[in-house]
């Protein structure tokens, strides 16, 4: 029906263009919401998500519980869901879209599924053509019908849905998001807002998490802090730590960064009304004596804190340290990495070659900048004039030229052979200027580069 | 942190007493976190450059820990006044295993460049695994890692880069970094390339600007044309004795060496004339920030129309 018809008939239509990202990231937010219900949600097509609630239902006061809770809260958000559960997947799927009971007891997934249509098998749409060309309307007559005929003409599919759906095969959801190894949450009967009363709770939550990293000799490196809004929006903040950690004032210190930087994105509505930390990734950490002023945290520990808490509030290239790597070329000889605890950082034999030089600057740019040079000795000499920055310097002493070849073995653009020369102006300013390309070889006379500034 | 404070200080009470019952010297042990070296007992921990004048215009050395100021008067300086704020930090410092700190906002790192270890290393005996660079787009940001890892007392130095003389950096700021400095026993060194002097709490304010280096020492004598080891010319603005002075300085294995001019091999001006550097003179003198302000307003500081008297608005044209 086009769009004049529909209007025809009835003319008080909206029409919305169908946007099927936003239906996506609907449906994937619908998926974090389901979180408070169990950690193992899956997406199931365009329209469908799958939870499994192996022994979570108790949680909720059973499966008819559960199944209640969610319909409700749905309901309250304005969604129309249908939902089905049953012990399998397949044949929960089809107690969702065809079923009369919602939920299926175990062992009564045949008496669901003989009256269904074929749809109800999850089967691709020509297969179910075919099989209905040949008269088999219901999903009951296929399990009357022999099997080994059905294979042959319509392939595997569909016994495998079957036996899917009966049981006989497991088949199992893959979750969106892995599970983590620890969480603990918190569900308030009154919805909470402020920074600060979520930071209390972020703490309270930590303690919990505490004795159970300890009982595990396990520290979190990577913390997740869930907060699920009283209309169903979910929202999510992580921190890393840089070494295991389990003491909740630190756990707390790096989420109180966090919050602050996001505190604008973070829109807490009408309020949380559920809380939940989990640990992502933990590591082994043993616990260690305390000293009586609490002098037990050695010196590395307090700047992997310190930097943490940098990180956590400003993001993971605010601060870095230099990691030296093999390379001629000055500017990949030594990068700024960001900063990591356990990270090996003592100067390899390998890199030591670019240490041993003496005459390198102490500042570089990210990018050699542009510099016109008026007046350079040929073929290989210093230049005499150059300007930089649009300001004119004349260069009164030079050292050089240091001839630094493209690394070939790396190959990709090769570059061109840059010859280094350090400079020093009137004012006794001293650069680090290079000329790429050699006078007389190519057509094009060659340019010149400051990179560096020295001492 | 506070409590943590406090009860370190209960610790160190008792482990002086047990100090006195046991006959032992109460000194030995670590100094009370709480106190601040002052008065003669801080001049006692000044670090000598060696050099007599500069120290005599120092007040005696350089205070070991808390914030310092250095100044230079544009970005392509950068270069110096950070060459001259790691000579310092070595020649404070003897926490080598401490990583050092250097703190930016993105701005001056895009101006002049960032630190490059393999230089640094060099010169100034940096390991690179000494070294930290931290970085936010924002000066807020920018002064908030400053204050807090001036908390951090396992740092060797903080080197604080900030270009331009924002309102931001004021007293109150200043007078925190400097006391937190102080507290955690390392140097604060305030880097502010093309700033103007402004009113801040650190006792001591140098004005760093390159001078041309000596040519480099053979077994034949000083190569000609050759670039020796850094240079720096550096003016006292503002020190506990308030004794203006001017010196040159070079860096040389490790120490400061002064060098007078007249010795100076090359027949070059030592410093330029354009470079819109402050004549030596005029920062003589004004050892007040206070002054300095008054006497020289800032480059974008325009007075309003009608502080001029008539007479001059009259005769201004363009």
């Excluded at chain 1, 309270?204 to 209309?231: C, H, T």
């Excluded at chain 1, 992997?304 to 290239?317: P, T």
């Excluded at chain 2, 003198?285 to 129309?305: D, N, S, Y």
């Amino acid at each position: 029906m086009g769009i004049a018809e529909a209007r025809a008939l009835h003319p008080q239509i909206e029409v919305v263009e169908s946007d099927p990202q936003a239906d996506r990231r609907l449906l994937e937010s619908l998926a974090d919401w389901c979180d408070r219900y169990t950690p193992l949600v899956a997406l199931d097509g365009e329209d469908g998500l799958f939870l499994d609630i192996s022994g979570c239902a108790h949680l909720f006061g059973g499966e008819r519980g559960l199944l209640d809770d969610l319909l409700t809260r749905f309901f309250h958000q304005g969604f129309d869901v249908r939902a089905g559960l049953a012990s399998t997947p397949g044949a929960a799927w089809a107690a969702a879209r065809f079923g009369k009971s919602d939920v299926v007891a175990p062992g009564e997934e045949e008496t669901l599924l003989a009256p269904l249509p074929l749809a109800a098998l999850r089967l691709d749409k020509d297969v179910q053509a075919g099989l209905e060309s040949v008269g088999l309307r219901t999903t009951g007559a296929i399990m009357a019908a022999p099997r080994a005929p059905l294979v042959r003409r319509f392939g595997k599919a569909v016994t495998l849905r079957l036996d899917q759906a009966m049981g006989r095969i497991e088949e199992p959801i893959s979750p969106r998001l892995p599970v983590p190894p620890l969480m603990v949450e918190r569900r308030l009967a009154e919805p909470i807002g402020l920074m600060e009363d979520i930071e209390a709770l972020v703490e309270m939550l930590a303690r919990q998490l505490k004795a159970e990293l300890e009982r595990r000799v396990e520290g979190a490196e990577r913390l997740q802090l869930k907060l699920f809004r009283v209309d169903g929006d979910v929202r999510q903040v992580s921190v890393r730590a840089s070494r295991p950690l389990r003491e909740p004032r630190l756990v707390q210190k790096l989420f109180h960064e966090r919050l602050a930087a996001q505190q604008n994105s973070l829109d807490a509505g009408c309020g949380f009304e559920l809380v939940r930390l989990c640990a992502l990734e933990t590591a082994q950490l043993e616990a260690s004596q305390t000293d009586l002023d609490q002098g037990d945290r050695n010196a590395e520990g307090d700047v992997a804190l310190f930097a943490d808490r940098v990180r956590a509030r400003l993001g993971n290239h605010a601060i870095r340290q230099v990691r030296l790597v093999e390379s001629h070329i000055p500017e990949r000889a030594a990068v700024l990495v960001p900063f990591s605890a356990d990270c090996d950082l003592a100067p390899s034999e390998k890199a030591s070659s670019a240490m041993s030089e003496k005459d390198r600057p102490s500042r570089l740019f990210d990018l050699p900048e542009c510099v016109e040079v008026s007046f350079a000795e040929v073929p290989d000499g210093p230049p005499l004039h150059f300007r930089w920055r649009r300001a004119a310097y004349r260069a009164l002493r030079a050292e050089g030229p240091e001839r630094i070849s493209p690394e070939w073995w790396r190959g990709g653009e090769a570059g061109a052979t840059r010859d280094y020369f350090r400079v020093e102006d009137e004012a006794g300013r001293r650069y680090w200027l290079y000329r790429e390309g050699l006078y007389g070889e190519a057509d094009t006379s060659p340019r010149w580069y400051l990179q560096g500034l020295s001492a | 942190m506070a409590q943590s404070a406090r009860v370190r200080d209960v610790v160190c009470t008792l482990r002086h007493q047990i100090a006195k019952i046991e006959g032992r010297l109460a000194e030995t042990l670590q100094k009370r976190p709480g106190g601040l070296p002052s008065g003669p007992a801080a001049a006692a921990h000044l670090v000598r450059t060696g050099i007599e004048s500069f120290d005599r215009a120092l007040g005696g050395g350089f205070p070991p820990a808390g914030l310092m100021e250095l100044y230079g008067t544009a970005s392509r300086d950068a270069g110096a006044v950070s060459g001259f704020a790691l000579a310092l930090v070595r020649l404070l410092s003897n926490r080598v295993d401490a990583p050092l700190l250097w703190i930016g906002n993105s701005e001056i790192f895009r101006e002049a460049g960032r630190p490059y270890a393999p230089g640094l290393a060099a010169v100034f005996g940096l390991r690179p695994d000494g070294l930290l660079v931290a970085e936010a787009e924002r000066l807020a940001d920018v002064l908030w890692i400053a204050e807090e890892a001036a908390r951090v007392d396992a740092l060797r130095a903080i080197l604080l880069e900030i270009r331009g003389s924002p309102h931001a950096l004021d007293l109150t700021v200043t007078r925190r970094l400097h006391r937190r400095a102080l507290l955690s026993g390392f140097p604060l060194l305030l880097l502010r390339e093309a700033g103007e002097a402004q009113p801040t709490a650190a006792p001591l304010r140098l004005m760093v600007a390159p001078a041309p280096a000596a040519p480099r020492l053979t077994l034949a004598g000083p190569l000609p044309g050759s670039i020796g080891p850094p240079a720096f010319r550096v003016t006292v603005s503002k020190s506990r004795t308030a004794i203006p002075a001017s010196f040159t300085l070079e860096w040389v294995d490790d120490v400061f060496r002064e060098r007078h001019e007249h010795v100076a091999t090359d027949p070059v001006p030592l410093v330029s004339a354009s470079s819109g550097r402050p004549a030596a003179a005029a920062a003589i003198g004004k050892g007040m920030a206070v002054e300095r302000l008054g006497a020289r307003p800032a480059a974008g500081f325009q007075p309003a129309g009608e502080q001029y008297p008539t007479h001059r608005r009259a005769g201004r044209k363009g």
